[in-house]
Every structure is written in C-alpha cells, then in structure tokens.
C-alpha cells in the first residue's frame, strides 16, 4: 500500500467566514447577489437614448443604398446613356 501524505493549508480567516457564511445562508446569499431587472448593469447617468445614433445611421445608410441602386438602374437604361455620353463629349470638344 502507498501511504499517501495529507498537508493542510493555511486558510485566510475571511475566507473562512465566507465559506461557512454560503453554507449557512444559500438563499438570502442568492437574494443579495442577484440584481434588479430592470436596469440591471445600467449606469444611472447614462442617456437611455445613447443608442439611437446608431440605428439612424444604419436607417441613413440602407436609404442611401437604395438610392445607389435606383440610380443604377436609371442609368443603365439606353436613353440616359446616351445622353450623359453626348453631354460628356461636347463638353470635352469645348475649347
């Protein structure tokens, strides 16, 4: 048989006490750890708008792609081709 040596360390009085504390009070312990929830993790100062900057920019932007693409599409047309390729030229023949 193998004799197996025990060493005991040296615990910190506070640790102790708040060891045995857990063990003797789990539910007023649970009660105490758990935060409200409504406002839970929120800094009182904090503007509850500060958010709303990024949802306008996203709105801004899917417009502006929208717009993008409109335009894309106008502009492959036959018509309008020719038109922007006419105003090009004569403006590059002035002079």
Known sequence: MTDTMV??????AEQTERTARAETEP???????VPAVR?????????????????EYAIATLGAVGFAGLLMVVLKGGDVKSMLTSLITTALSVG
């Open 39 to 55: 406002g839970a993790g929120r800094d009182p100062g904090r503007d509850p708008e500060a958010g709303m900057a990024t949802a």
């Open 27 to 33: 539910a007023e312990r649970a009660e105490a750890d």
């Open 7 to 12: 060493t005991e360390r040296a615990v910190p």
